[in-house]
């Protein structure tokens, strides 16, 4: 028999549990041994519920019991977290978890810390939900360089987007709507301002290239200034505006992203609408593979904590290899990095192309039949410091977004 | 030093050589050792090739070679894929391999062998070229009860149906062209026909439902029939026509099948165009999950092939778990599978829709504006038997095609 740990009781913890109770033959079936939950920790009480025969409030009886094999973790942050993941390794037991700060933070310490216990620390759902994208950066596109991730990494930000695209509606008319979803938080910031994605396109590129991605060096743009107006052009042109998280290796430099784009119609993450998540990798052996799913809610994102679970119980004291080398990738100037990009300006395209041309040389320029008094144009591919420059030329840029 | 013999030197088998051969820096700092290729074997000659340093001629050099842990299989069909195989295993090395045929066949069993000698047998090239798609059915998809696989399985006919589709071009014309440009072969049966994707849906069947699912067993339907008049009519739906290889799990009878399935634009493999493949799974905790990438090609199918090398690299002694039983399962009788079914009939929808109604039902007419002589219509869902007796009661039934 295989014991689980569940630490936390919330949207997804209790998803964790309901599928390892409810889908327990089938679980202990691919394991080859019976999984059972012994534990879950959490601060509350649940009278009624099920999971109280199994509830402790007390993290140290799961250490201490020599009968836990697997701790499974969701409560995300840093702290205690940090703390239990390290002693839950240090004592000889497997961790795994849906906790991206934890992960993006962390990772390769407790990974090393991992490797020397013979134990695992899995992290399948801290990125795209449901969606399988660790295991194969980790274990499927190993024989690649990879040179592009691309990836709509935030569920709530992209039910944002979606609407807007779809319905025409202002970005502070579908946030209310999504706050009363659900899909938003009371304060979105860390959706909206795309800290969340940041995080979790860190560590996809950590895995991709094999060291450390820091978050925090990170260029990070969110959707707050993205407009109703924007998707009139969108609409126009057969292209729509996501959250991309993105990293690419350019030549042997590493740039890595948090901003929106605006893609076309033929781009394989075009179709990834609401709150699904989408991952592209690109590399020259592997051309495009994309990875589409739910990125959030309870059941998909416990379904990749379960395959987390159930790969631990596989191999409960033999190390799953995973390359993420503590040394830090030096990330490279964001002012250097080429896009063409999508610009708005104030006032009449024949009266002010003159202008945009001394600036900006060659564009293409793009007007909506009821979109007055400012017109819009497409520039070549320009670093983001030779885009700076030129803008600062021209009077009355409202709005500028990056191509894909 | 890992060392590897690649058997076939043709278009997938040369690929893995070259990734195996350019890419040994990445490749090694993933598996923790140097991963050397030893020997390929394939009866031509290859002159002034590099592989000539490592070419044999004779499977009995690899077999009887302690330093060999790994045979890379790239030739296809089953003699002597399978005795190689099992020779192998028995030897005491890992086997991998592209090879469906070896796979949908001899799948359980070579697994089995494996797990017996602590060896591993792999093969995610065998489905999906470089998409991955069997390692996160073994091993990331677990923890759910899957009840449905959706997937357009074969490069050259989802080629053919595209350019159908866009372009309006018949079936043979657009052959004719995938023929010229090495999509399609001289003899393209096994594609057009549906036998293809028939091996590949049984491989990904019978893993997500953990017992075997015999090709021999599924109903296939190829897209022979299909004609650019369906076209001008899935052009005004928003649809388009696919070539799905789908299995389901409905109430605990297992359905697979190969047909030509008609999808509108919010379906996730919509988009799925031209030579690349898409697969889509679904079940009650993963909600819907989708890959896409490209299913076939030198270097894609040889990325996986290399990963699969890169596992067992990792882990050359262990076997990694998989759940396939050698037990068939029993698939439903294809006269019950439910459909809506999209249909063409001569003659004029006006003067002949009673007699439609009487066979079917309340149906859906559709007509295009330059097709005449004749209607479509769509049924409700109904069973393929029913179906059948349904038709059988209307005259000049010209077509009939799935939707999903």
Redesign the interface.
Known sequence: MVNVAVLGYGTVGSGVYE??TQ?KE??S????DEVNVKYVLDLREFPGDPVESVLVHDFDIILNDPEVDIVAEAMGGLNPAYKFAKATLEAGKNYCTSNKELVAKYGPELIALAEKMNKNFLF?ASVGG???II??LN???????ITEISGILNGTTNFILTKMDKEGSSFDDVLKEAQALGYAEKDPTADVEGYDACRKIAILSSLAY?SHVDFEDIYTEGITKITDVDFKYTKKMNKSIKLFGKSKNVNGKIYAMVAPFMIDDEH?L??VNGV?NGILCK????????????GA?K??T???V??D???EA?YLN?HI?M?WEPEKIEIADIKTDENKYFVRVEGNADAKLAEVKAAFGEVEVVTVDDVTDEFAFITNVMAHEKYEEAAAKVSGIKQRIRMA
Chains 1, 2 share one sequence.
């Open positions: 599928v390892l889908n089938v679980i079936k691919r394991v080859g399948e449901g969606i399988p295991r194969p274990e499927s596109l190993t024989g690649d360089n094999g394989p075009f179709s699904k590399g020259p052996v592997i051309d495009d593979i994309m990875f589409y799913g739910s809610g059941l998909p416990a379904s990749a379960v395959a679970v159930i790969e596989r033999s290899k390359v």
